[in-house]
């Protein structure tokens, strides 16, 4: 039979083994903790309208070059990501903005995700047709080797106010629906009165 001792020290080793893998995901990052270390732009004129479905948005981002070039060395891949702006967040719990970005819901959107370069990258991204409409930035996250994001940059400013863009989402109706509609009322119509007009001419007679 396994001592009580030997089975003690066994669930003290299980636990510290399941602290060492769940240390790196549970640990908590604040956006307000973060560098903007990025530039990011993209191609959305301030206030311009975007078709959801339709439109595409070209998104260019690198290390900001005022910065020692060491600055990324921890770098190792970003993630870039569509983001409501205040105006499309007011009284929408949902997408509430919180420091701990493990609950942000800021960023809902993901855009895609690359190995971090030294050189600038472009992007370009065909808004999809389940993006609703609001009003929205682009940002770009710095990860390190854990997953744990260490920098930003984004499109607009700290404040998020500025060079902001929007998307017209899909209402879900489509123009061939609308014309056939139109064309089932017509029919209805005729066929209403087709048959008034049949039915008096048997009164009729």
Avoid at 20 to 45: D, H, T, W
Avoid at 73 to 84: G, H, I, P, T, W
Avoid at 180 to 205: D, G
Wanted: proline share 4%; glycine share 6%.
């Amino acid at each position: 039979m396994v001592s009580a001792s030997a089975a003690s020290v066994s669930v003290c080793l299980l636990l510290l083994l399941l602290g060492s893998l769940m240390g790196p995901v549970m640990a908590e990052v604040y956006f307000s903790s973060l560098p903007r270390n990025l530039i990011v732009s993209a191609s959305p004129k301030p206030g311009q309208v975007l078709e959801a479905g339709v439109d595409n948005i070209t998104i260019t981002w690198g290390l900001n070059q005022t910065l020692p070039p060491n600055t990324a060395a921890a770098y190792k891949n970003v993630k870039v990501r569509l983001c409501y702006a205040p105006n499309s967040q007011a009284d929408r719990g949902w997408r509430r903005t919180t420091d701990d970005l493990k609950k942000d819901k800021t960023c809902q959107f993901g855009i895609t995700q690359q190995p971090y370069s030294e050189v600038n990258s472009t992007f370009v991204y065909s808004v999809e047709r389940s993006i609703p409409t609001a009003t929205y930035f682009i940002r770009v996250y710095a990860v390190d080797s854990s997953g744990a994001v260490v920098a930003y940059g984004q499109t607009t400013d700290a404040k998020k106010k500025a060079d902001l863009f929007d998307v017209v989402g899909v209402t879900g109706r489509h123009a061939s629906l609308d014309v056939a509609a139109a064309c089932f009322s017509a029919f209805s119509v005729f066929s209403l009165v087709f048959f008034l007009v049949l039915e008096r001419k048997k009164t009729k007679k």
